[in-house]
């Protein structure tokens, strides 16, 4: 299959090295010829390292230019952080072509602004636009061109739009991920799985002192404390809350499977262990500058509180912590974060939503 990856982070080059291993023929898009130039040093190559050992995958291509990277993939992986959507998607919506599916993993409802970006440039006819709850890799790049992974995903859940091109959609995804995708509905059923969200605030706002005190932090490891825990807990049981309320039925991934041996959740049950045993994540982050602060604090608990007032209910733990986050970065985050109202979407009833989500009314 040919797979266009957009992004040079973590969970692009990932995709791009698992993906060339896998057979696909891929498409790296980087933004500068610089970083272009620097992959033809290697042969345009990803070296992955995992439990299993060292390999090398080659990408097909490597370019700067969005339309060449694009042209004739059946999928479009796009990993990139959301805070960068609005920037990205106006730039490659002139080049969507009917049959395509655009991955966003995970999305936070970006999926939405790149279908919103391809409707205006008038190529958004028979493209489908999805999201998922997670990276399907826990992973650090250590090198240029190298990438070391902990963990890949075993379940994604995955919501498409328009709904009524999911199923050619999760079959185009599921043949570049065999086995882990989950049909989830919408893609705001999809947005409601996120699980950085519930998994990053509290870690980050409640060891606040730790990660500006210390040269290196583990969030993961001395962070995660009994406290903090139960924070996660409440915070998890408000998005499902929503997500209820938003009429979408189990199962919802509660984030305790995750740390507990409950259903299998979206990582397997050795994920933690291997995230903590990597030391990977021992590290310094800036609260004002981190993805965990400007994608999941800001971006995505403005949009959780702005769906749970949609839907009428209170979610006073995730209002709480998205107001530090702002607090500490001197912002409001429900002004500055991607409420429903920054995608056109303020004063729209749950049932008006669910309707936009799938397609069936306009903005």
Same mark, same amino acid.
């Given at each position: 299959?040919?797979?266009?990856?957009?992004?040079?982070?973590?969970?692009?080059?990932?995709?791009?090295?698992?993906?060339?291993?896998?057979?696909?023929?891929?498409?790296?898009?980087?933004?500068?010829?610089?970083?272009?130039?620097?992959?033809?040093?290697?042969?345009?190559?990803?070296?992955?390292?995992?439990?299993?050992?060292?390999?090398?995958?080659?990408?097909?291509?490597?370019?700067?230019?969005?339309?060449?990277?694009?042209?004739?993939?059946?999928?479009?992986?796009?990993?990139?952080?959301?805070?960068?959507?609005?920037?990205?998607?106006?730039?490659?919506?002139?080049?969507?072509?009917?049959?395509?599916?655009?991955?966003?993993? *995970?999305?936070?409802?970006?999926?939405?602004?790149?279908?919103?970006?391809?409707?205006?440039?008038?190529?958004?006819?028979?493209?489908?636009?999805?999201?998922?709850?997670?990276?399907?890799?826990?992973?650090?790049?250590?090198?240029?061109?190298?990438?070391?992974?902990?963990?890949?995903?075993?379940?994604? *859940?995955?919501?498409?739009?328009?709904?009524?091109?999911?199923?050619?959609?999760?079959?185009?995804?599921?043949?570049?991920?065999?086995?882990?995708?989950?049909?989830?509905?919408?893609?705001?059923?999809?947005?409601?799985?996120?699980?950085?969200?519930?998994?990053?605030?509290?870690?980050?706002?409640?060891?606040?002192? *730790?990660?500006?005190?210390?040269?290196?932090?583990?969030?993961?490891?001395?962070?995660?404390?009994?406290?903090?825990?139960?924070?996660?807990?409440?915070?998890?049981?408000?998005?499902?809350?929503?997500?209820?309320?938003?009429?979408?039925?189990?199962?919802?991934?509660?984030?305790?499977?995750?740390?507990?041996?409950?259903?299998?959740?979206?990582?397997?049950?050795?994920?933690?262990?291997?995230?903590?045993?990597?030391?990977?994540?021992?590290?310094?982050?800036?609260?004002?500058?981190?993805?965990?602060?400007?994608?999941?604090?800001?971006?995505?608990?403005?949009?959780?509180?702005?769906?749970?007032?949609?839907?009428?209910?209170?979610?006073?733990?995730?209002?709480?912590?998205?107001?530090?986050?702002?607090?500490?970065?001197?912002?409001?985050?429900?002004?500055?974060?991607?409420?429903?109202?920054?995608?056109?979407?303020?004063?729209?009833?749950?049932?008006?939503?669910?309707?936009?989500?799938?397609?069936?009314?306009?903005?």
């Amino acid at each position: 299959m040919k797979i266009a990856v957009l992004g040079g982070g973590n969970g692009s080059l990932a995709a791009a090295g698992d993906f060339a291993l896998a057979g696909h023929d891929v498409r790296l898009w980087r933004r500068s010829e610089g970083d272009v130039a620097e992959h033809a040093k290697t042969g345009n190559t990803i070296t992955v390292r995992d439990a299993e050992g060292t390999r090398t995958g080659e990408m097909a291509l490597v370019t700067s230019d969005l339309a060449e990277a694009m042209k004739g993939a059946e999928l479009i992986l796009c990993p990139i952080p959301a805070h960068a959507h609005e920037d990205l998607a106006p730039k490659i919506a002139p080049f969507f072509e009917p049959g395509q599916v655009i991955y966003l993993p *995970p999305g936070t409802l970006g999926s939405l602004i790149f279908a919103f970006a391809a409707e205006k440039a008038g190529t958004a006819v028979g493209v489908a636009f999805a999201e998922t709850g997670t990276l399907p890799w826990l992973v650090r790049k250590h090198g240029f061109s190298e990438v070391v992974v902990s963990t890949r995903a075993v379940r994604l *859940p995955t919501g498409v739009y328009p709904l009524s091109l999911k199923d050619a959609a999760l079959k185009t995804i599921d043949a570049a991920f065999p086995g882990v995708i989950e049909d989830c509905g919408d893609v705001l059923s999809a947005a409601l799985m996120n699980a950085g969200p519930i998994i990053h605030p509290p870690l980050i706002i409640m060891n606040a002192g *730790p990660l500006e005190h210390f040269e290196a932090w583990d969030i993961h490891n001395e962070g995660t404390q009994a406290s903090v825990r139960r924070t996660t807990d409440q915070l998890d049981a408000e998005r499902v809350a929503v997500r209820e309320a938003f009429g979408y039925g189990a199962p919802h991934f509660p984030l305790a499977d995750h740390y507990r041996d409950g259903e299998m959740w979206m990582y397997d049950r050795k994920s933690r262990a291997n995230l903590k045993d990597s030391g990977d994540w021992r590290e310094k982050i800036d609260l004002t500058a981190h993805r965990y602060m400007m994608e999941d604090t800001k971006l995505g608990l403005s949009l959780l509180v702005s769906m749970a007032d949609a839907a009428g209910i209170d979610v006073h733990v995730a209002r709480s912590l998205m107001t530090l986050g702002g607090a500490i970065n001197g912002e409001d985050f429900l002004e500055t974060g991607r409420p429903l109202a920054k995608l056109g979407l303020g004063g729209k009833t749950a049932e008006e939503l669910k309707s936009i989500a799938a397609g069936k009314v306009m903005a």
